[in-house]
């Protein structure tokens, strides 16, 4: 014989404060779609970026035939910067779209998805990110000396000239 559950009656009061909260919650809730043109701004930036790759890549190209090794060092940096950032905005579209949004489940059962995708939590994120922003800046600090040791040979062959 199963026993009957009786579910405690609700009290005024409690109808009363779930009539606030859920209506409050829902909105909450819906609220993480205000971040979905963000990361459609992301992916527009991705865009330009490619531009950028693009157009510093035929510069190296039309440099490499003349240029020393310092020259080519600080194009191909430029060019691994700009791949870089690239990485991190994908990261950033990727992981925080699923984390804060929605899942995409167009890419479920892609064999194209990347592995982290839809397991990288918050720390995972951030984590990704503080990698990817150590990289970056120990290329651009690598990009700044061989500017720094190209404007001195400049500098230095001027001052011989004279």
Same mark, same amino acid.
């Given at each position: 014989?199963? +026993?009957?559950?009786?579910?405690?009656? +609700?009290?005024?009061?409690?109808?009363?404060?779930? *009539?606030?909260?859920?209506?409050?919650?829902?909105a909450?809730f819906? %609220? !993480?779609? #205000? /971040? *979905?043109?963000?990361?459609?701004g992301?992916i /527009?930036?991705? #865009?330009?970026?490619?531009i950028?790759?693009?157009q510093?890549?035929?510069d @190296?190209v039309?440099?490499?035939?003349?240029?020393d090794? +310092?020259?080519?060092e /600080?194009?191909?940096?430029?060019?691994?910067?700009l791949?870089?950032l &690239?990485?991190l905005?994908?990261?950033?579209?990727?992981?925080?779209?699923?984390?804060?949004?929605?899942?995409? =489940?167009?890419?479920?059962?892609?064999?194209d998805?990347?592995?982290?995708?839809? !397991?990288a939590?918050?720390? &995972?994120l +951030?984590?990704?990110l503080?990698?990817?922003?150590?990289?970056?800046?120990?290329?651009? @600090?690598a990009?700044?000396? %061989?500017?720094? *040791?190209?404007?001195?040979?400049?500098?230095? =062959?001027s !001052?011989?000239?004279?």
């Amino acid at each position: 014989m199963a +026993k009957k559950v009786v579910q405690p009656e +609700k009290n005024n009061n409690y109808k009363t404060i779930e *009539a606030i909260t859920q209506p409050m919650e829902r909105a909450i809730f819906a %609220a !993480r779609w #205000i /971040l *979905a043109p963000f990361y459609i701004g992301l992916i /527009l930036t991705l #865009i330009l970026l490619l531009i950028k790759f693009v157009q510093q890549f035929v510069d @190296f190209v039309w440099i490499i035939w003349g240029a020393d090794f +310092k020259d080519t060092e /600080l194009a191909l940096l430029s060019l691994l910067d700009l791949a870089l950032l &690239g990485n991190l905005v994908l990261i950033v579209v990727f992981a925080g779209y699923e984390n804060f949004v929605s899942k995409i =489940e167009s890419a479920e059962n892609s064999v194209d998805r990347p592995e982290w995708m839809g !397991r990288a939590d918050f720390s &995972g994120l +951030k984590l990704k990110l503080i990698g990817s922003l150590v990289t970056i800046s120990g290329l651009l @600090f690598a990009v700044k000396d %061989a500017i720094a *040791a190209r404007t001195d040979r400049i500098v230095s =062959e001027s !001052r011989t000239e004279k």
